[in-house]
């Protein structure tokens, strides 16, 4: 089945700085990836996705990256702000042993600070 | 237009009980999603359920169950409570099943803690 791995797991840049999320995936029939952020208290919110068919994807200061040769896709994150602070998951929908799901990285806590 | 609404949000249980938590999705969403998020351990896919059927589970014993009603909205059931189910548990709704790539859309969850 599908393995998502997200790297680094903590991560602290001072505001106005570049971010940089990085995550791999095992399954190549994998064919959405979205990126979702969590405060504290709060459920994951979706803040961009990337399809297959599409190498890159740009949303303001939010970009995303996806390399299905090496099977890899990256969140950056340009001009951060001390509100970018909070748990980063990527996912891929991929399979696992009963079907398809959406399988989640284990998160990256990005610190922001003024 | 009202995102995922989960109830309660918060539930305190001890070893052995039973537990049922809520899940209202988006208007116009038909698939509804589960998940537990562990302390250190991500989230981790619990369940998907469509037209009232369930589609998908992941790698959980059995005692994790659940349905979806005639109106999609969905409720979990655990029984047989352990202490290692203490949990976030965060309900997601989709337009449409996982096959069409839809977004997920997550509600702020259910704390559920054992004693």
């Known amino acids: 089945g599908e393995n998502v791995e997200q790297h680094p797991s903590t991560l602290s840049v001072q505001e106005g700085d570049s971010a940089v999320i990085k995550c791999t995936y095992s399954?190549?029939?994998?064919?959405?990836f979205p990126w979702y952020k969590q405060e504290l208290g709060k459920g994951p919110q979706l803040i961009i996705d990337?399809?297959?068919?599409?190498g890159e994807k740009k949303d303001q200061r939010i970009a995303v990256t996806l390399n299905k040769t090496a099977k890899h896709f990256s969140l950056h994150i340009t001009e951060t702000q001390p509100e970018d602070s909070a748990v980063y998951f990527c996912?891929?929908?991929?399979?696992?042993?009963?079907?398809?799901?959406?399988?989640f990285g284990k998160g990256t806590t990005l610190s922001v600070s003024s | 237009e009202a995102g995922v609404t989960q109830s309660p949000t918060h539930l305190i249980k001890t070893r052995g009980q039973q537990a049922t938590l809520r899940c209202s999705p988006i208007?116009?969403?038909?698939?509804v999603y589960w998940y537990q998020q562990a302390l250190g351990l991500g989230l981790q896919f619990l369940l998907w359920?469509?037209?009232?059927?369930?589609?998908n589970r992941g790698n959980f014993p059995p005692r994790f169950s659940g349905r979806q009603f005639p109106n999609y909205s969905s409720e979990l059931n655990v029984n047989a409570l352990e202490l290692e189910d203490s949990a976030l548990y965060l309900c997601a709704s989709s337009l449409e099943g996982v096959w069409s790539n839809q977004p997920q859309h997550f509600g702020d969850g259910t704390r559920l803690s054992i004693l």
């Open positions: 208007s116009g969403h038909t698939s």
């Open positions: 990337i399809r297959s068919n599409v």
């Open positions: 996912a891929a929908l991929g399979a696992n042993q009963a079907g398809t799901a959406l399988i």
């Open positions: 399954d190549s029939a994998s064919n959405y």
């Open positions: 359920y469509d037209e009232g059927e369930e589609r």
